[in-house]
C-alpha cells in the first residue's frame, strides 16, 4: 500500500510540476528567434531577449485563466490528498481529491484545445508548437489517470 501511495504522489507532484512549466513557460509557439507564450511574444535580438505583452485576444485570456485554474486546482487537489491521508477514515475513497483533479485535467484540455485551435494560422512551415505546448497536452492525461487512481484508491491503515 505504501508503494502505491508513493507512486500515485510522485504522478500527482510531477503532474503540479508540468502544469507550473507550461503556464509560466515561453515557448507555447515558435517562430525562428521568436517565442510566443500565454503572457508574453518574445524576440532575441543581438544575444537580447525584447519581449512584450501578448495581444487582449480574448481567447488568449481564456487559456490563461484555463492553465492557471488547472494549476491551482491541482494544487488544491494536492493539498486535500495530503490531509486526506491522515484525516479519512480506514476504507474511504479519496472522491474529494479526485473531484478538484479531474477538474483540474479538463481546466488544461479545454487551455489546450482552446489554443490549437484559435492560435493564428502558420504563416509558413518554420513555425512550430513549443515545448510548454506538448507538456499541456502531456498533463492532460496525466492528470486525468491521477484523479482516476484518486477514484479508485482506498485508505488502507
Given at each position: 500500500m505504501l508503494a502505491i501511495l508513493l507512486?500515485?504522489?510522485?504522478?500527482?507532484?510531477?503532474?503540479?510540476?508540468?502544469?507550473?512549466?507550461?503556464?509560466?513557460?515561453?515557448?507555447?509557439?515558435?517562430?525562428g528567434d521568436a517565442s510566443y507564450d500565454l503572457w508574453y511574444d518574445c524576440t532575441q535580438n543581438n544575444g537580447g531577449y525584447h519581449c512584450r505583452g501578448t495581444s487582449d485576444a480574448d481567447w488568449l485570456q481564456a487559456v490563461q485563466a484555463l492553465m492557471v485554474l488547472a494549476t491551482i486546482f491541482?494544487?488544491?487537489?494536492?493539498i486535500i490528498f495530503l490531509c486526506q491521508l491522515f484525516?479519512?477514515?480506514?476504507?474511504?475513497?479519496?472522491?474529494?481529491?479526485?473531484?478538484?483533479?479531474?477538474?483540474?485535467?479538463?481546466?488544461?484540455?479545454?487551455?489546450?484545445?482552446?489554443?490549437t485551435v484559435m492560435s493564428p494560422g502558420w504563416k509558413d512551415d518554420s513555425e512550430n508548437y513549443g515545448y510548454a505546448f506538448v507538456l499541456a497536452w502531456l498533463?492532460?492525461?496525466?492528470?486525468?489517470?491521477?484523479?482516476?487512481?484518486?477514484?479508485?484508491?482506498?485508505?488502507?491503515?
Open positions: 507512486a500515485t504522489l510522485v504522478l500527482h507532484l510531477t503532474d503540479l510540476i508540468i502544469l507550473f512549466v507550461s503556464t509560466c513557460a515561453n515557448a507555447w509557439r515558435r517562430h491541482c494544487l488544491i487537489s494536492f484525516t479519512l477514515v480506514k476504507g474511504g475513497r479519496f472522491f474529494f481529491t479526485a473531484v478538484f483533479q479531474v477538474l483540474a485535467s479538463l481546466f488544461v484540455m479545454s487551455g489546450a484545445i482552446i489554443y498533463a492532460f492525461p496525466l492528470t486525468l489517470i491521477s484523479g482516476f487512481i484518486y477514484i479508485v484508491l482506498r485508505k488502507k491503515e
